[in-house]
Antibody, heavy 121, light 107 residues
Framework: EVQLVESGGGLIQPGGSLRLSCAAS????????MSWVRQAPGKGLEWVSV???????YYADSVKGRFTISRDNSKNTLYLQMNSLRAEDTAVYFC???????????????WGQGTLVTVSS | DIQMTQSPSSVSASVGDRVTITCRAS??????LAWYQQKPGKAPNLLIY???SLQSGVPSRFSGSGSGTDFTLTISSLQPEDFATYYC?????????FGQGTKLEIK
């Protein structure tokens, strides 16, 4: 059974750093396409980043240069290192496994339960 | 960036009703569109991918159609568990973008 479990969220001051983890089971992270998606309180979904099975990464402009997506194959875990955090980064952060289809990532087929990051002084 | 616009933003309907939600892309995205359902406090759930393909395990009362810039999600006969918020997402190019959501409420 595929499972994704996020951790690492919490309250952090503006300008601070936090690393989110997403522990996967039932499949191998490094053989799949993995994303982070966030949702500010009461708001819609916002894509944050993706890492391809080959290691290529992409970021939303709003986090580029501040966030880094990575994975640890030995721990079968996805990470999101978040630096220079701002109030507008406050959100529930979800990790998700993307479904590839004909060379395109066509949807996020498995999701974790999310972890809340609150950036506030 | 490709902007995704859903309509309506909210809709009230009754059990057994047929409901259609639309999603418009700001440029041609071929059929690279997904639909999700999200219930309060839960992660989104993939319903439809490539505009009209039903994700495994999703009831057949859900269907999707469209290509290019205009897409629809139809629920043929609403069930109590279908009251939720629905999002479209374009998968044509980065950055991936979502619609603002459509909240489906009980009338």
């Amino acid at each position: 059974e595929v499972q994704l479990v996020e951790s690492g969220g919490g309250l952090i001051q503006p300008g601070g750093s936090l690393r989110l983890s997403c522990a996967a089971s039932g499949f191998t992270v490094n053989s799949n396409y993995m994303s982070w998606v966030r949702q500010a309180p009461g708001k819609g979904l916002e894509w944050v980043s993706v890492i391809y099975s080959g290691g290529e990464t992409y970021y939303a402009d709003s986090v580029k240069g501040r966030f880094t997506i990575s994975r640890d194959n030995s721990k079968n875990t996805l990470y999101l290192q978040m630096n220079s955090l701002r109030a507008e980064d406050t959100a529930v952060y979800f990790c998700a496994r993307d479904a590839p289809w004909g060379g395109q990532l066509v949807g996020k087929e498995y999701w974790g339960q999310g972890t809340l990051v609150t950036v506030s002084s | 960036d490709i902007q995704m616009t859903q309509s309506p933003s909210s809709v009230s309907a009754s059990v057994g009703d047929r409901v259609t939600i639309t999603c418009r892309a700001s440029q041609d995205i071929n059929s690279w569109l997904a639909w999700y359902q999200q219930k309060p406090g839960k992660a989104p759930n993939l319903l439809i991918y490539v505009a009209s393909s039903l994700q495994s395990g999703v009831p057949s009362r859900f269907s999707g159609s469209g290509s290019g810039t205009d897409f629809t999600l139809t629920i043929s006969s609403l069930q109590p568990e279908d009251f939720a918020t629905y999002y479209c997402q374009q998968a044509n190019s980065f950055p991936v973008t979502f619609g603002q959501g459509t909240k489906l409420e009980i009338k």
